[in-house]
Each structure stands twice: as C-alpha cells, then as structure tokens.
C-alpha cells in the first residue's frame, strides 16, 4: 500500500508560481509512474502531468504546458509539480497518483492523494 500526501498549495495571485509537493510512504513509490491531476469546481478532474519512475518522459496537458514542470526525487520518495504564470482558470484541486506507467489516464493510476488545494486569485 502506499500513502501519497499532496502539500504545497494556497492562494496566489494571476503571474504568480507555486511548487506542489507529492510525497509517498508506505510501500513509496517503487517503479512507478506519477501522475498529477486537477478537479475545479463543478468540473471533471483532469490530467496536468506525469513523469515516469526514472524521470523521463514527462508529459504535460496542453493547458499547462510551457508554465509546469513535474520532477521527482526518489531518494526523498517526492515529485514535485512547479507551477508558473499561474491563472484564475488554474484555481482547483490539485491530486498526485501513482500507477505503473505513465498515463493521461486517471483510470491507469492505484493510489491517489487527498489532494491541496490551489487558489489563483484575478
């Protein structure tokens, strides 16, 4: 089993960054993938971005692409999602998921955060 904790949202105001956190205990994160999703009020989550175990082959929605960088560091069992020129739209709750492989796919991932919550402010 393993146990995903999100941290490292708030409020910022439109142009400002923030950097979620995703650290893994229990069985950590192993070989697997991880994903970071998003689920804005009253919508349906949605894929951000994914990197596989060793690091390469990040993916990124096309939404934030050019603004998010997804990293992760194994020895720490944390992957990190850097948000830059952050807008209103991004406002939302944002969820770290582990799977075998990397997938756009919430279906593809087995365990899942609580999630953080991130305001962007106009």
């Known amino acids: 089993q393993v146990q995903l904790v999100e941290s490292g949202g708030g409020l910022v105001q439109a142009g400002g960054s923030l950097r979620l956190s995703c650290t893994a205990s229990g069985r950590t994160f192993g070989s697997g993938a991880v994903g970071w999703f998003r689920q804005a009020p009253g919508k349906a989550r949605e894929f951000v971005a994914t990197i596989s175990w060793s690091g390469g082959m990040p993916n990124y929605a096309g939404s934030v692409k050019g603004r998010a960088t997804i990293s992760r560091d194994n020895a720490k069992n944390t992957v990190y999602l850097q948000m830059n020129s952050l807008k209103p739209e991004d406002t939302a709750v944002y969820y770290c998921?582990?799977?075998?492989?990397?997938?756009?796919?919430?279906?593809?991932?087995?365990?899942w955060g609580q999630g953080t919550q991130v305001t962007v402010s106009s």
């Open positions: 998921a582990q799977g075998k492989a990397s997938s756009l796919s919430a279906w593809a991932y087995d365990y």
